[in-house]
């Protein structure tokens, strides 16, 4: 299974940006995906995700009320709605598919990652 991200890019603080990730496979639909995301010199860190069986989303405390995780089953996709972005959301920005239905909040979690995104926001 490959992860295509994308829409990633440079924006001013207080800006938007939706990042989207395609499936090559079908196959993912049963399992949670998950956004995450790592600062140079920092590790690896959960942005948000979302559950196969309810839709449930969670996301960290640090984004929570200006990013939307979603998805679109039909086409294998899997978006990230960022929104009144700030200067510490600079980052590469990944996509992760669960080992299960559910997400969860440790990077060990997860079988497949897509190749990550850019995203600087500049103040």
């Known amino acids: 299974v490959q992860l295509q991200a994308s829409g990633g890019g440079l924006v001013q603080a207080g800006g938007s940006l939706r990042l989207s990730c395609t499936a090559s496979?079908?196959?993912?639909?049963?399992?949670?995906m998950a956004w995450f995301r790592q600062d140079a010199g920092k590790e690896r860190e959960f942005v948000g995700g979302i559950n196969r069986i309810s839709a449930t989303t969670f996301y960290a405390d640090s984004v929570k009320g200006r990013f939307t995780v979603s998805r679109d089953y039909a086409k294998n996709t899997l978006y990230l709605q960022m929104n009144s972005l700030k200067p510490e959301d600079t980052a590469v920005y990944y996509c992760a598919v669960s080992r299960t239905p559910y997400i969860v909040s440790y990077t060990g979690g997860y079988t497949y990652w897509g190749q990550g995104t850019q995203v600087t926001v500049s103040s």
């Open positions: 496979r079908s196959t993912v639909s049963n399992n949670g």
